[in-house]
């Protein structure tokens, strides 16, 4: 039970991604655990990148086991928000019926947790070299947790193992977002005189109406990457969603402009560069059919990926899956994103795989992981790190 005692201590500090607040003390905690197996630890403060005074450590240590190729492991220890309506207390963690519930039970610290007890229980002989990565911000994009190891600290392995997933497929990919606004410019006027102004906001919902069928456009566009188990498709596909709105300020004034956010979710495969073009063109169509320019005002975004299931990584990860689970798992793409963006925006063969079972709630009210679930990830990790690949 030293492994569910400690992932239990780690659900009491309170490291919601929203104030940071608790990320000290859970680096350290987690530090001390590696520093007690006699792994030397460092800690790389990501803070510098978004420059808020608000510290961002993330634990690395490796471990020489004078193999050939370097592994990382990766997971996060930020957790979201816990929100209301829980029946338990989110950061006093319980044990019932071999399920611990608390915020980050599964999402992510079940994942440091497995990690750190196959690295305990994997002796001095392994057939990879190990990295391990306990970072921060991941909930909120990572940029200074693991996209600051690999951006700036430079951290390079032959393969990563994000642990911080299911275990209905084996993820080898994630889609991106891009995100951005669309725009409708007319003329501010009094609500009195509307002869004299130009409301932007009847051709904005003309526009959206026409927005929604190119949602329908956007599902036709596949990926060759599956869906997650339980999804509308069976492959990956492409998504686009309105999702703020805004214009105006008060009931007698006309808006002298209106604005739609939107969300478009990538196919692992799919070049954002072309997906943004793609959208203009649509643009550029809805604008001519109801004679108002609407425009694409700005964008971001990325973070698609995949690693071909092909690669010895993926295959040799698979047939420890499917020594320990028993079975053969399917290939499958996220339809969220990860912070495996980083690892391959490296060119790091990347997989995703952990303890977070569909049912449990993470980002959820009273969210939980089974003791089970964790002990078959640590199981699978042990179990690649020791047998030959393929
Ligand atoms: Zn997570």
Redesign the pocket.
């Known amino acids: 039970m030293e492994d569910i005692r400690f992932l239990l201590d780690l659900i009491s500090v309170r490291t919601e991604c929203t104030t940071k607040e608790g990320y000290e003390e859970a680096a350290s905690l987690i530090k001390e655990k590696l520093s007690d197996m006699g792994l030397s630890v460092e800690i790389y403060d990501g803070e510098e990148v978004v420059k808020d005074g608000k510290p961002r450590p993330n634990v690395v240590a490796k471990l020489d086991l004078k193999a050939d190729k370097t592994i990382l492991l990766n997971?996060?220890y930020d957790?979201v928000p816990a929100g209301k309506g829980w029946s338990k207390d989110p950061f006093k963690p319980v044990i019932e019926e071999n399920v611990v519930y608390g915020r980050g039970a599964s999402?992510?610290k079940s994942?440091i947790t497995a990690i750190i007890w196959a690295i305990n229980e994997l002796g001095e002989k392994a057939k990879r070299n190990v990295i391990l990565a306990f970072t921060c911000d991941?909930?909120v994009g990572g940029r200074a947790g693991l996209g600051y190891l690999m951006r700036e600290v430079g951290i390079r392995a032959d393969e990563a193992l994000i642990v911080?997933?299911g275990f209905d497929a084996i993820y080898v990919g994630a889609s991106g977002i891009v995100a951005g606004k669309i725009g409708v410019k007319g003329v501010q006027g009094h609500a009195g005189y509307p002869h004299l102004a130009k409301n932007p906001i009847y051709p904005l919902a003309k526009a959206i109406v026409k927005l929604e069928e190119y949602t329908r456009l956007r599902e036709k566009k596949l990926s060759k990457l599956k869906s997650p188990p339980g999804s509308p498709h069976p492959y990956v596909w492409g998504r686009f969603s309105i999702t703020v709105l805004r214009a105006g300020e008060k009931s007698n004034v006309i808006p002298g402009e209106a604005e739609a956010t939107f969300d478009l979710r990538l196919i692992p495969e799919e070049d954002v560069d072309e997906a943004i073009e793609d959208l203009k063109n649509y643009l550029t169509e809805v604008s001519s059919e109801i004679g108002w320019k609407v425009e694409l005002l700005k964008y971001e975004g990325g973070g698609n990926y995949y690693t071909e299931i092909t690669h010895p990584f993926v295959v040799g990860f698979s047939k420890a899956v499917e020594r320990v689970i028993g079975k053969r798992l399917e290939y499958a793409a996220e339809l969220g994103g990860?912070?495996g963006r980083y690892t391959k925006e490296k060119n790091i063969p990347t997989l995703v795989f952990?303890p977070?079972a569909r049912d449990s709630r993470?980002h959820g009210v009273d969210e939980f992981v089974r003791i089970k679930d964790v002990r078959m990830v640590k199981e699978v990790i042990l179990r690649y790190l020791k047998e030959e690949a393929i």
Do not use: R, S
């Open positions: 997971a996060h957790v999402d992510d994942g991941e909930e911080d997933g990860n912070d952990g977070i993470f």
